[in-house]
Each structure stands twice: as structure tokens, then as C-alpha cells.
């Protein structure tokens, strides 16, 4: 027994020489504490992982979503565009020479109706439909509100995808 009690002492020197220290119950307090402290930022981590996944799934879907609303007002205002160039390449001088030769002649009593919904026609052509330049003009303004959308919804995903790679870079 008296040659374990010199010999500890011995042990404690050598030890303490060679780097290491006794694993005493200070230092595997601190040593849980950092494994605790390890555990709890691995946590939040995966947490916020989740969050950013979940995140994206729904930009992703907005985008998509909004890309089909562009394309459905894009291809509206494109079908609105061809039809006033089929309205523009009607008129030509004749039709301009048959409205003022229509407001010119004296209409009969039964003609008068026939001559009105032929004089209508004939000034859709010559002034162009304003209905359908009203429509162009709502769809092209719904379409840069919808492709703004569009670029505020990717500036996000965007950003999301930054602080996914910052994270995982920690």
C-alpha cells in the first residue's frame, strides 16, 4: 500500500509531463457541457435546414405558378396584338372613301339600319377597335405586375440558397 501512495504522485508528474491530465470530474463536466452545447447547435442546424427546405418548396412552386400565369397573360396579349395588326392592315383608303361617301349620301328610312351597322363596322376598322386597345393596355400592365412578381419570388429563392450555403459552410 505504501508503494501505491509513492507511486501516484510519480504517476500525476509524468502525466502532466507528457500533455495529458487526469480525467477528473471537473473536466468531464466541461467535456459534457461542450457535447451538450455540440448536440443543441447540430439541432438548430437541422431545424433550420428543414425550414429553409420547406422554404424553397414553396418558391418553387410560387414560380412556377406565376411562370403560368405569365405565359397564359403573355399569350393573351399577343392574341390581342394580332388582332388590332389584322384591323390595321384593313383599313386602307378605300374603306376611309366608303365611310365618307356613307356619311355624305342620305340614307332611305329602311336602309338607315342596314347603313348604320356597316357604318359601325367600317369605323372599327378606320379608327381601330378602342376595346381592344384597352385590353392591351390592361394586359400588358398585368404582365410586367405578374413578371415582377416573378422576380421577387427568385430574388428570395436566391437569397434562401445563400444562407443554405453559409450554413452548410459552418
Same mark, same amino acid.
Given at each position: 500500500m505504501m508503494k /501505491?501512495? *509513492?507511486?501516484? &504522485? $510519480?504517476?500525476?508528474?509524468?502525466?502532466? *509531463?507528457?500533455? +495529458?491530465? &487526469?480525467?477528473?470530474? #471537473? !473536466?468531464?463536466? $466541461?467535456?459534457?457541457?461542450?457535447l451538450v452545447t455540440e448536440v443543441r447547435a447540430l439541432r438548430a442546424d437541422i431545424q433550420h *435546414?428543414?425550414? #429553409?427546405?420547406? !422554404?424553397? +418548396?414553396l418558391l418553387v412552386a410560387r414560380l412556377q405558378v406565376q411562370e403560368q400565369r405569365i405565359a397564359g397573360l403573355a399569350r393573351q396579349l399577343s392574341e390581342t396584338e394580332? +388582332?388590332? !395588326?389584322?384591323?390595321?392592315?384593313? !383599313?386602307?383608303?378605300?374603306?376611309? /372613301?366608303? @365611310?365618307?361617301d356613307l356619311d355624305k349620301e342620305p340614307a332611305e328610312p329602311g336602309e338607315a339600319? @342596314?347603313? #348604320?351597322g356597316m357604318k359601325a363596322q367600317l369605323e372599327k376598322i378606320e379608327n381601330g377597335d378602342p376595346v381592344l386597345k384597352e385590353r392591351q393596355a390592361i394586359l400588358s400592365r398585368q404582365l410586367s405586375e405578374e413578371q415582377a412578381r416573378w422576380v421577387a419570388f427568385n430574388a428570395q429563392l436566391e437569397e434562401l440558397e445563400r444562407l443554405v450555403a453559409a450554413t452548410k459552410r459552418r
Amino acid at each position: 500500500m505504501m508503494k /501505491q501512495m *509513492l507511486m501516484a &504522485p $510519480a504517476l500525476l508528474g509524468l502525466m502532466t *509531463l507528457s500533455g +495529458q491530465t &487526469p480525467a477528473g470530474p #471537473a !473536466r468531464q463536466a $466541461a467535456s459534457m457541457d461542450d457535447l451538450v452545447t455540440e448536440v443543441r447547435a447540430l439541432r438548430a442546424d437541422i431545424q433550420h *435546414l428543414g425550414d #429553409a427546405s420547406i !422554404r424553397a +418548396q414553396l418558391l418553387v412552386a410560387r414560380l412556377q405558378v406565376q411562370e403560368q400565369r405569365i405565359a397564359g397573360l403573355a399569350r393573351q396579349l399577343s392574341e390581342t396584338e394580332e +388582332q388590332i !395588326r389584322a384591323l390595321d392592315g384593313v !383599313r386602307n383608303p378605300f374603306v376611309t /372613301q366608303m @365611310l365618307k361617301d356613307l356619311d355624305k349620301e342620305p340614307a332611305e328610312p329602311g336602309e338607315a339600319n @342596314l347603313f #348604320a351597322g356597316m357604318k359601325a363596322q367600317l369605323e372599327k376598322i378606320e379608327n381601330g377597335d378602342p376595346v381592344l386597345k384597352e385590353r392591351q393596355a390592361i394586359l400588358s400592365r398585368q404582365l410586367s405586375e405578374e413578371q415582377a412578381r416573378w422576380v421577387a419570388f427568385n430574388a428570395q429563392l436566391e437569397e434562401l440558397e445563400r444562407l443554405v450555403a453559409a450554413t452548410k459552410r459552418r
